[in-house]
């Protein structure tokens, strides 16, 4: 069964910093390609992030909003993506979601965890 | 950035109406669009991808066309369980961008 647990949400000052986690399970995470969806309170989806896999290069794209200030990586090794966000901004709260797409023998399936929440309040 | 836009931004329809979403894109994504279902407190759920594939184990009352700029998204009879919002993105280009949504309820 494929899952997807994020963690590290909470409450941070502006400014501040928080890691995010996303452990998954179920499939071959090394050749995944991992993204960051964020939702804030009534609001939207809106696309933070992806990493690809590092057989396919590892390329890391942001959404303008956190371009500089957040970072994506991956653990292949802890079947782990996570999202360092750094210089936290109010507009930064929200649901972070992460997310992967894939073909399973001919089928094309989408994962999404639970969703973690990010409040950054003074 | 490529913006997308949906209408109507909500509706309400009766169940076994036939409700259609449109979504546009301010440049040519080509086929590179998704469709998405959100109910409250959960996380989206794909319905369609490439702009008219049908996801795996997904209701065939639910369907997408469309290419370029101009997309539709299409409940053939609505259900009580499909009261949702419904995003689309685009993947052709980074960012992937989404819509602002439409609002599916009840009449």
């Known amino acids: 069964e494929v899952q997807l647990a ?14 995010l986690s996303c ?31 590092k057989s396919e290069g590892g390329t890391i794209d942001y959404g303008a909003p ?5 970072t994506i990586s991956r653990d292949d090794s802890k079947n782990t993506v996570y999202l360092q966000m750094n210089s936290l901004k109010t507009e930064d709260t929200a649901v972070y979601y992460c997310t992967t797409d894939f073909w399973n023998y001919g089928d094309h399936v989408d ?4 969703g973690t929440l990010v409040a950054v309040s003074s | 950035d490529i913006q997308m836009t949906q209408s109507p931004s909500s509706l309400s329809a009766s169940v076994g109406d036939r409700v259609t979403i449109t979504c546009q894109a301010s440049q040519d994504v080509s086929k590179y669009l998704n469709w998405y279902q959100q ?5 989206p759920k794909l319905l369609i991808y490439d702009a008219s594939n049908l996801e795996t184990g997904v209701p065939s009352r639910f369907s997408g066309s469309g290419s370029g700029t101009d997309f539709t998204f299409t409940i053939s ?13 685009q993947y052709d280009d980074v960012p992937f961008t989404f819509g602002p949504g439409t609002t599916v309820d009840i009449k």
Do not use: H
């Open chain 1, 66 to 70: 956190v371009k500089g200030r957040f």
């Open chain 2, 77 to 89: 009879s609505l259900q009580p369980e499909d009261i949702a919002t419904y995003y689309c993105q």
């Open chain 1, 23 to 53: 452990a998954v399970s179920g499939f071959t995470f090394s050749n995944a390609w991992m993204s960051w969806v964020r939702q804030a309170p009534g609001k939207g989806l809106e696309w933070v992030g992806r990493i690809k896999s």
């Open chain 1, 6 to 19: 994020e963690s590290g949400g909470g409450l941070v000052k502006p400014g501040g910093s928080l890691r």
């Open chain 2, 39 to 43: 109910k409250p407190g959960k996380a």
């Open chain 1, 111 to 114: 994962y999404w965890g639970q």
